[in-house]
């Protein structure tokens, strides 16, 4: 019997994933969110990563439901949901812990069940097969076995896509890891590495994101030194790289779905067998705290050309995590909104990669419309994210939106003529 697979979660990471196991296996796609269901089933995918002619491609192989009923039908499951972090910057594994509740009702003997979420070392094992053993009554690595396959999606990267990303495999067995890795290598052109164990791979996924969010906290905290004697960060960047084992970073917001959350995951665990990850821990506050920078140097930069402050309008330019995509999750743009709100401004945020109606899932205001088309002055601007529309706007489009004496604030060092860039 051929393999049906059920990709089980739909975002950024499920989604091209079940398209490009669609290209050669029956796929079942798998959502709780019955609106996303029916938007994929019309050929329109909210992320942007596949358009209405990939779906259709693949619509004789890729079925989309919300039916736990229609999941009986499969033999391997793949489990893309989100692992987010709480309020107090704890793991959230409740998505990781609902889907294998959920697929424990009709997981059935020799089904394999692979996780790409990602987590810190040992939830696979230790909390996921619980939760199918203890509802489905099978029994681990005699009944039903697991794999771990951590994803490496790079949302709005239309040039590494899924299938051209060197995957990370494993199993529960020799036998099963094989299997594993033999049904990803059949899809992903770019090759696998199959790792010695699911803790391994579990492990591998989690230590990429935390070295570069080390990384980077490093280069923002060279800004932060830099910016305090006058020095530009770029410049000190451009004339540093040219050694050939400098690691060319630039200084700027940490945000998104992995490197701003991953980290987490590992201190996590680290703390709870009682070790203190002092570096991660002091990246991830550096990095937290760059939004807030920048709104105080905007304030400052606004005094020191006679802007007033309370009620001063300010526009921030792109409001999502990175360039050139929709993606909100764990913006660190909002930070910046929230602390410019603090000392009484009113902020204007446009962003022409986003649904309107999107922002207000993370923070409490919505977008304006293309402020190119309106008369509105702006006593400061702030280029949050590079987009490519944003690049293209000249420094003499830059000052037509703002009052006099302009204030441009640039995060990502695309403006020509910045008041003061990071």
């Known amino acids: ?28 796609g798998f959502d709780i969110n019955q609106e996303r269901i029916s938007e994929l089933k019309e050929g329109y995918d909210r992320t942007l990563e596949l358009d209405k002619e990939s779906l259709i491609s693949v619509k004789n192989t890729l079925t989309f439901t919300s039916s736990l009923k229609d999941l009986d039908a499969c033999n391997i499951y793949i489990v893309t949901v989100p692992t987010p972090i709480d309020a107090s910057n704890r793991p959230d594994l409740s998505p990781l812990i609902s889907s294998s509740r959920m697929i424990a009702e009709v997981l059935r003997k020799d089904d394999i069940v692979i996780y790409e979420s990602t987590v810190y070392p040992g939830v696979t094992e230790e909390v996921c097969i619980p939760e199918l053993e203890s509802i489905s009554g099978l029994v681990f690595n005699k009944d039903f076995f697991a794999g771990y396959s951590p994803e490496r999606i790079n949302p709005g990267d239309k040039e590494h896509t899924v299938k051209k990303i060197l995957k990370v495999t494993s199993g529960s067995t020799p036998e099963i890891a094989k299997k594993v890795d033999n049904l990803y290598k059949s899809i992903i052109t770019a090759g696998t590495h199959l790792a010695s164990s699911i803790k391994v791979a579990e492990a591998s996924k989690v230590i990429e994101n935390t070295q570069r969010d080390v990384n980077i906290a490093l280069i923002n905290e060279l800004a932060l030194i830099f910016d305090t004697m006058d020095i530009d960060t770029n410049d000190v960047i451009e004339a540093a790289a040219t050694k050939w084992n400098f690691i060319k970073l630039k200084p700027g917001l940490v945000g998104g779905h992995c490197i701003g959350v991953d980290p987490y995951y ?62 909100m999750r764990n913006t660190k743009v909002v930070d910046i909104i929230e602390e410019l709100k603090s000392y009484g401004c009113q902020v204007d945020v446009y962003d022409p990669w986003v649904d309107p109606n999107e922002p207000k899932k993370w923070y409490k205001h919505g977008l304006i419309e293309d402020p190119m088309q309106s008369d509105k002055k702006y006593d400061s601007i702030i280029l949050a994210v590079a987009h490519g529309q944003f690049k293209d706007l000249s420094m003499k489009e830059y000052r037509k939106l703002s009052t006099e004496n302009p204030v441009l604030i640039d995060v990502k060092g695309i403006i020509e003529e910045p008041t003061w860039r990071l």
Do not use: S, W
């Open 266 to 327: 590992l201190t996590y665990k680290a703390e709870e067998l009682g070790y203190k990850p002092n570096l991660i821990l002091g990246a991830r506050q550096i990095n937290n705290g760059m939004g807030k920078y920048i709104a105080e140097q905007t304030i400052k930069q606004m005094i020191a050309h006679d802007k007033k402050i309370k009620n001063a309008n300010i526009l921030v330019l792109g409001v999502t995590f990175k360039e050139d995509c929709p993606d």
């Open 1 to 28: 019997m051929q393999d049906k697979i059920a990709i089980i979660g739909l975002g950024y990471v499920g989604l091209p994933l079940a398209h490009a196991f669609a290209e050669k296996y029956e796929v079942l």
